[in-house]
C-alpha cells in the first residue's frame, strides 16, 4: 500500500462554459491531468474535486470514460467549494482524486431501449452514460431523453441537446409557462406520464432532486416499468470517498462505494436517508 | 513470553525503552488522560478510566493529512505529511480500548487502507492492563465478548498481583518489549500462575451490568428504522455529540482545509474527528439534510454500531467502555436503548 488516498492529482482547467447563468449558475469544467495518470473512470462515477484553501467536493463525472482526452465536471454553484470552482478561470489548477463508486452496467444493456430522465443539474451525472450509450448506439435500441428544469434558461446542455435531437427522441420540459419556448409544461414526472414510454425491453436511468426522482419513479412504476428496470443515482454529503468517514451512508451502504448507481429494486430495500 | 514484573521494577523497564515514544495514564485535575511521559514516576498504573481512550495516540482528534502551497501563476504544491516514524508504547491500555482498536482496524485497514491510521498503529505497542476493578461503574465489556482481561489488540496483557504484576506477552511487539529490560523481569512461580487465573476470574464477576441476547436486538433493529421509538428515546438528547466523542470505536472524521496564509497561500489538509450527532455531518449544500433530527441521528449511532457495522465487519461497533452512559448530560443510557429496543412493540 503505497498510495496515499488523499493525496489528489494536479489537473488544469482546459474549458470552462457557462451552462445557466442567474441565481443558480451551473458551469461546466473540462480538466486535463498535468501529468500522466492512471486514472480511469466508468459511467456513473465520482471524482474529489480539490480547490487548495478551501476544500473538497464530490463531484460526478459528466464526460464518457470513451473521451480520453479530458475529464468533465457541470456543477452548481452551491456551496464553498463549488462556490471557488465558478471563481475559477481557464488555465486555473484544480486537485482531483478518484474515482470512486460504482457505475451503470451499461455491458449489460445491449439490445435494450434506454431512456433517460434528469431534471436540472441531475441531466449532470447521466450525461457520461448517455454519451457512451450515443457513441455505440448499435449496441443499444431506441435511446430517449426526458428533460425537465424549472425555466429554458435552467436547462444545462443546451447545444448538446439542439445537436442529439437530430439522434433520439428529446422531451424538455419547464415548470411554468414561459413566451417563446413550446416545450412542456409542468414537472418532469408529468412529462413522463405524459410522453408514455413502453417498459417493452427498456431501462430507464433518473437523476434530479430527490423529490423529482421519487415521482418519476411512480410514474415509471405506473408505466409498467419493473424495479429491475429502474436505475438511478442518488448523493449524499462525502469527505472521503472510500467508506471510512462515516457520513454519506444510507442504511449500511456507503453511497461513495456501494453507491451512488443503484436500481430500484436494490435501493427500495434501503432505509430512506438520502 | 509469561513474566512477572515487581511495582518497583516497573519504573526501570520505562528507562529500558529509550528507543521509544513512551504514553500512558498521567493524573490531571482528578481525572486521567493517555500522555507522552518523560518521567516514569507520572505514569499512573492505579487509574479509573482515562477520559479519552488510547484511540487518540493512533488516531488524533485533529491531524494535518496534506500541507500545500500556491504561488500566484506558479503550480500549486502539495504534499502528504505523514505520522513520522517513530517507535510508541501505551501502558495501561484498558482492555476495551484495546478491543476498540481492533474495530477501527477494520475500518482503516480496508483497502484502499488508510497510510495516516496504519503507520500510527504498526508502529505502537500497546501494553493492557487488567481491569482487576471496573475502572467504572458502567462497564459491560462482557456483553460485548470481551472481558476485562481480554487480549485482542494488545501486544502485552499486565495483571496486577498485589506488589506485582504478571506480564504476557503474546506478539512479537510484545516480546522484544520485554527483551528490552529482560533482567528486571522474573519468571513466574506456580502460584503466581494460580493468582492470575483467579484475578481473571474474579473480574469477570465484579462487571455488573449488562445486555442480554444482543443478537435478538440486531435482529430487532433491522425492522426499526421508521419507529417512533427513535423520537422517544431522543427526547432528552442536546445533541452535543459527548458520546462520540469520548467512544474508542467512533471513526467518522471531517476534512477541511486551513489557511495558513493567503498570499501566496500557503495551508493544511486536516482531517478531525467528527460526529454523527451534529446536523452538518450530513448536510447537503442544497440545505437537504437526510438526517435532520436529533431522533434520526440517535437512530443512526445505534444503528450503525449494533446493526450496520456487524453486516460490514462481522462484530459490534462498541466494547462496552460505558463512556458515552458515564459522559452523556441527560443520562441517555446505550444499555437502556439497547434493553428496551429487545422490549419494544
Known amino acids: ?274 | 513470553m509469561e513474566k512477572i514484573l515487581t511495582k518497583k521494577e516497573f519504573p526501570s523497564w520505562i528507562k529500558n525503552l529509550k528507543s521509544f515514544n513512551v504514553y500512558g495514564p498521567v493524573k490531571k485535575d482528578a481525572l486521567w488522560e493517555y500522555e507522552r511521559i518523560q518521567d516514569p514516576d507520572k505514569l499512573d498504573l492505579n487509574f479509573k478510566n482515562t477520559v479519552l481512550s488510547p484511540k487518540k495516540i493512533i488516531f488524533p482528534q485533529r491531524e494535518v493529512i496534506l500541507d500545500f502551497n500556491h504561488k500566484k501563476k506558479g503550480k500549486p504544491e502539495i504534499q502528504e505529511a505523514l505520522p513520522e516514524e517513530t517507535k510508541n508504547v501505551i501502558f495501561g491500555v484498558r482492555p476495551c480500548d484495546a478491543r476498540a482498536l481492533t474495530l477501527t482496524d477494520k475500518v482503516f485497514e480496508e483497502e484502499p487502507g488508510d497510510k495516516y491510521y496504519l503507520r500510527r498503529r504498526h508502529q505502537t505497542v500497546t501494553v493492557g492492563l487488567t481491569c482487576s476493578d471496573p475502572p467504572s461503574e458502567n462497564c459491560f465489556c462482557t456483553s460485548l465478548g470481551g472481558s476485562p482481561h481480554s487480549t485482542e489488540g494488545l501486544d502485552i496483557l499486565m495483571t496486577e498481583l498485589n506488589h506485582k504484576y504478571y506480564v504476557h506477552s503474546f506478539t512479537d511487539k510484545g516480546r522484544e518489549l520485554m527483551k528490552a529490560a529482560s533482567d528486571v523481569f522474573k519468571n513466574p512461580s506456580e502460584k503466581d500462575k494460580k493468582d492470575l487465573k483467579q484475578v481473571h476470574k474474579e473480574s469477570e464477576k465484579k462487571i455488573k451490568r449488562q445486555v442480554k441476547e444482543l443478537s435478538k436486538i440486531t435482529d430487532k433493529l433491522k425492522g426499526m428504522f421508521d419507529s417512533p421509538f427513535w423520537d422517544e428515546e431522543s427526547m432528552s438528547c442536546l445533541k452535543c455529540g459527548i458520546c462520540t466523542y469520548l467512544c474508542p470505536t467512533c471513526h467518522c472524521f471531517d476534512i477541511s482545509d486551513e489557511v495558513l496564509s493567503s498570499s501566496p497561500l500557503k495551508g493544511q489538509r486536516v482531517r478531525t474527528w467528527d460526529t454523527c450527532q451534529f446536523p452538518y455531518f450530513t448536510m447537503h449544500s442544497s440545505g437537504h439534510n437526510p438526517r435532520p433530527d436529533k431522533s434520526s441521528r440517535l437512530r443512526q449511532r445505534i444503528l450503525h454500531k449494533f446493526s450496520y457495522f456487524v453486516d460490514n465487519y462481522d462484530d459490534y461497533q462498541c466494547t462496552g467502555c460505558g463512556r458515552c452512559i458515564s459522559k452523556c448530560p441527560v443520562d441517555i443510557d446505550i444499555i437502556e436503548v439497547l434493553e428496551k429496543v429487545k422490549d419494544y412493540e
Request: glycine share 10%; charged share 25%.
Open chain 1, 1 to 274: 500500500m503505497n498510495e496515499n488516498i488523499y493525496l489528489p492529482k494536479l489537473a488544469k482547467i482546459i474549458k470552462i462554459k457557462q451552462e445557466v447563468s442567474g441565481s443558480r449558475p451551473i458551469k461546466t469544467f473540462r480538466t486535463q491531468f498535468l501529468e500522466s495518470s492512471d486514472f480511469s473512470h466508468r459511467s456513473g462515477q465520482c471524482a474529489m474535486l480539490s480547490v487548495l484553501g478551501k476544500g473538497e467536493a464530490m463531484i460526478s463525472i459528466s464526460s464518457s470514460p470513451l473521451e480520453k482526452d479530458y475529464l468533465q465536471f457541470s456543477i452548481l454553484k452551491s456551496g464553498r467549494v463549488t462556490t471557488a470552482l465558478h471563481e475559477m478561470e481557464e488555465g486555473d489548477i484544480i486537485g482531483i482524486r478518484g474515482p470512486y463508486g460504482n457505475h451503470f452496467p451499461i455491458e449489460k444493456w445491449k439490445g435494450k431501449n434506454i431512456l433517460f430522465i434528469g431534471g436540472g443539474i441531475g441531466l449532470a451525472p447521466i450525461w457520461s452514460v448517455l454519451q457512451t450509450a450515443r457513441a455505440k448506439k448499435a449496441d443499444y435500441g431506441k435511446l430517449a431523453l426526458i428533460y425537465g428544469a424549472r425555466t429554458s434558461n435552467d436547462w444545462v446542455f443546451k447545444e448538446e441537446l439542439q445537436e442529439l435531437k437530430n439522434e433520439m427522441d428529446i422531451h424538455l420540459s419547464i415548470d411554468c409557462e414561459e413566451e417563446g419556448c413550446n416545450e412542456f409544461v409542468g414537472f418532469v414526472p408529468q412529462n413522463v406520464a405524459d410522453k408514455k414510454p413502453s417498459p417493452k425491453n427498456s431501462i430507464s436511468i433518473t437523476c434530479g432532486p430527490p423529490i423529482m426522482i421519487k415521482f418519476v419513479i411512480e410514474a415509471l412504476q405506473e408505466l409498467g416499468f419493473k424495479d429491475e428496470q429502474i436505475y438511478t443515482t442518488v448523493e449524499n454529503k462525502m469527505k472521503c470517498g472510500i467508506g471510512k468517514c462515516g457520513r454519506c451512508n444510507i442504511g449500511k451502504h456507503y453511497v461513495c462505494k456501494d453507491g451512488p448507481v443503484y436500481s430500484w429494486a436494490e435501493l427500495k430495500t434501503l432505509p430512506q436517508e438520502y
